[in-house]
């Protein structure tokens, strides 16, 4: 970043963030993923992760791949309110982008992951997901020769490991990201990169807009718990199998009786630690690549980027626990020309549309005989 970037931004650092406040980490651009040193990356363990994301082998029915919620044309999310349930349910969240995933701390909603690795492995077994079980699919795995190949190439196995399988797709996505927007060329020192209204974006998203509040550092999120008031998910009103898995959910997640028959409303980062304080608050998502993932926030309730500003310079919404709603949540007074500049901001925050086609995905044979040679 040049000297009359980093100038340009603590100046409007300094108009966001009133006297002796704690300021918020810089905004700055995004740089490599970073990867845990017991899953390095490898070129053959990213193709395995590839062909297992699109393979439905991982999951109970065997058609629900890691890609039926995450799809590439869709945002690598999915482009629906909530996500795609296992035949039988309709999942009660929306589908998060996988775009930049390798970055954060907390995956998921309620940050119930702390890894790909173990993100991947909760969503090929989650009831309302994968509904897979490890061992069923560990067996599958080892009646397809080209993953006992590639197992055997990458990891050593002399069978298809399960937990080897999360590790190989958490490096594929480790390979999802995006580094090079018009927002990351600008902080690099490409003035061009933003147009004007974009850069007055910019100004009230640090400034007036005080977005950058909870929407900071490189990823743009404090990866921090808040209820900012979306309302409900409006089919818990008229769609009996996505209320009964909202019931399903409450009741596994062992909420209390009196909670599971009154709850309208999804109760958040609650479902973990069970602390009243924590009712409605969900982790802040990243704001980056969200101009190909509608709808938003963590229910799908509102359409498009537009409408997530409208919805923050009105204060918010308004839903079932409004105890927990949080106090940075106010009316901002911005005109529309101001949140026209805002969302033209929001969209620098995103690069060219990343797409990949479905790759051939192997498929089973007979296991050879006892003392016969593998494949």
């Known amino acids: 970043m040049n000297t009359f970037r980093v100038i340009l931004i603590a100046a409007v650092l300094a108009t966001a963030v009133p006297a002796g406040a704690l300021r918020p980490p810089e905004l700055a651009p995004l740089g490599p993923a970073p990867v845990p040193a017991d899953n390095p990356m490898s070129a053959e363990k990213v193709e395995l992760g590839k062909l297992l994301f699109f393979d439905p082998i991982l999951s109970g029915n065997y058609a629900m791949p890691c890609a039926v919620c995450h799809f590439p044309e869709a945002g690598w999310s999915v482009p629906e309110a909530v996500s795609t349930g296992y035949p039988g349910t309709i999942h009660w969240r929306n589908s998060q982008t996988i775009i930049n995933a390798a970055y954060y701390g907390k995956l998921f909603w309620a940050g119930s992951s702390k890894s790909l690795e173990s993100q991947a492995r909760s969503a090929a077994r989650g009831a309302v997901a994968g509904n897979g079980e490890d061992d069923m699919m560990e067996a599958r795995l080892a009646f397809v020769p080209e993953y006992r190949r590639r197992f055997k190439e990458v990891f050593g196995d002399d069978w298809p490991n399960i937990r080897h399988a999360y590790m190989a797709i958490a490096a594929f996505q480790r390979t999802l990201v995006q580094t090079d927007t018009p927002f990351d060329r600008y902080l690099r020192g490409d003035d061009g990169a933003l147009n004007a209204s974009q850069k007055r974006g910019l100004g009230l998203f640090a400034g007036k807009a005080n977005c950058i509040a909870c929407h900071r550092g490189p990823l743009l999120t404090d990866e921090k718990y808040h209820n900012v008031g979306v309302p409900p998910y409006n089919g818990w009103e008229d769609d009996a199998v996505a209320q009964i898995t909202f019931r399903f959910e409450l009741y596994a997640k062992g909420t209390t009786e009196d909670m599971y028959r009154k709850t309208k409303d999804d109760p958040g980062l609650y479902f973990r630690t069970k ?101």
Do not use: W
């Open 275 to 375: 602390e009243k304080k924590h009712l409605g608050k969900f982790r802040t998502p990243s704001l980056r690549y969200t101009r190909y993932t509608a709808p938003y926030m963590h229910n799908g309730m509102l359409e498009t980027l537009r409408d997530v500003v409208a919805f923050y310079n009105g204060g918010g919404g308004e839903n079932e626990f409004a105890a927990t709603k949080s106090p940075l949540i106010r009316p901002l007074g911005l005109s529309d020309a101001e949140m026209d500049d805002l969302v033209a901001f929001l969209e620098s925050l995103s690069g060219k549309e990343i797409l990949m086609e479905t790759p051939d995905i192997p498929v089973m044979e007979p296991l050879p005989p006892p003392g016969g040679k593998g494949s």
